[in-house]
């Protein structure tokens, strides 16, 4: 018995990398699969089904269920295709797992609109158009699902040279809080789901110079995706996860943000001036994520 023997879920982006590693753990796990996928290169150009395929076949061949999928997930037209093949070959959905991503990393004041809309395309729009979708079909079976959405350090901390894909990113945080609150009603559960692996989407960043893809295996967010579609996380919602890790160990860990007790001035509005004299009363000390202690293996 898998943990989710009769489930269906689809995984966007699950050709390559994590969405690869993601969707072969909720095959193992008994649930049946679309492997959605364009095959195009790391800014978006190009199609090639055959990856998707290639994962279908990796399924079949350990005795899953699965069906490829080659819609753009940035489009109402995709998006409706790929829901349609999941119904259509399966009967229902339970799980929406939306990894699909592309880079266009330029300098801010050298970045073209181009770069920038199709960024936002892909993972803002696309996270939108799925998940309302899928929030559709779940309420209208009227058993509830699972809805992920991936977010990334370079949102929750921002990145050089990726203002387009951090601000992407930062917005999944705000998105998945919100839609767990409205679909939450229909037991339907949102949550976002930030790797740190090694993958082609980030094997030319600076600070992931001398890390191999063992180190930062991007099968160590299989296991928390295919907790959180279990109902071993069915008392949870609106989650941000992190996982990350390989050979030098593998963590698990939530992000939330902070609040600094402030400056709190009880006979008027704070002026400028008080507002300098207590700034260490306002700020937060240290990084917005304190690295050291974050992603270090204790």
Known sequence: MGLLDGKVAIVTGSGRGVGRAEALALAKEGAKIVINDLGGGLDGKGERAMVADQVVEEIKAMGGQAASDYSDVGTLEGVDSMIWKALSKFGRLDIMVHNAGILRDKMLLNMEEEDWDLVQKVH??????????????MRTQGQGGVILNTTSMSGLIGNFGQANYSF???????????????????????????????????ANLPGLKGITEEMLDPATMAPLVVFLASDLAKGLNGRVLLAHGGTIGVKVSEFKMSLANGFNKKDGIPTAQDIADHIDQVLIPGADLEMSAALKFE
Request: aromatic share 10%; hydrophobic share 40%; net charge positive.
């Open 124 to 137: 803002a729009r696309g996270t939108f158009l799925c998940t309302r979708a899928a929030g559709r079909v």
């Open 168 to 202: 992407a990113k930062a917005g999944m945080y705000g998105f998945t809080k919100t839609a767990a609150m409205e679909l939450g009603r229909y037991g339907i559960r949102v949550h976002a789901i930030c790797p740190n692996a090694y993958t082609r989407m980030t």
